[in-house]
């Protein structure tokens, strides 16, 4: 595999407050999964994963959309989408734009406050290149790597508006954005979380009285 240059560009659109709750620095943005996922853990954010295995191999439409846990994702890309294994030990499924140099554009439903993956650049064989890959969001936060591995993991999570949207673009000629997983954080409304303490405690009572009777 030849060593190239690539840039990716991860665009994260925050829903719900507008331009002023991006431009607040409520993004924090990881290069490591294990941050991540204790991060998210501490803000109370339940994290579902999507594999890309329910695909079949090979072209498809150009746009794909699934639901997994409370989330409704969508990708689409210009000049179709594209299922396949990547080309490096364990095989596991990908997703990818179909074209060279085509953006790879994610927007779920409804948003979530952490989103998280494996994204970097092939060939046509499937082959990871040797990146530099940029994350940049809306409010100019970026993050920059040059991974060349498909488990290179970029990870984010908003203490404020929604993520709404994600975008992966490669810029070296005849290269294709490429996702192995995506992981989504959400957190329940507050009314979930008041009937789920509100079910918590009248649990703990009706245990208590079970005891009571029993003694």
Known sequence: MK???LAVSIVATLAGFGMSSIASGAVVVFNDQPTWNMYTALKGAT?????FESFLDGA????ASR???DT????SAAGNLYFGNVNVPPVHRVISTNTSNATLNFTFAPGVQGIGGEMFGTDNEFAVV???ITVTLADGTSYVNDPNTASAFVGFYSNGAAISSLSVTTATPGTY???DNLYFATVPAPGV???ISLAGVVGARSRRRATSAAV
């Open 177 to 179: 954005a490429t996702v």
């Open 130 to 132: 040797i990146a530099l």
């Open 3 to 5: 060593n190239t240059t």
């Open 60 to 63: 498809a439409p150009a746009s």
């Open 193 to 195: 979380l008041a009937l």
């Open 47 to 51: 994290v579902a994963t999507e594999d």
């Open 67 to 69: 639901i997994v846990g």
């Open 72 to 75: 409704t994702w969508t990708a």
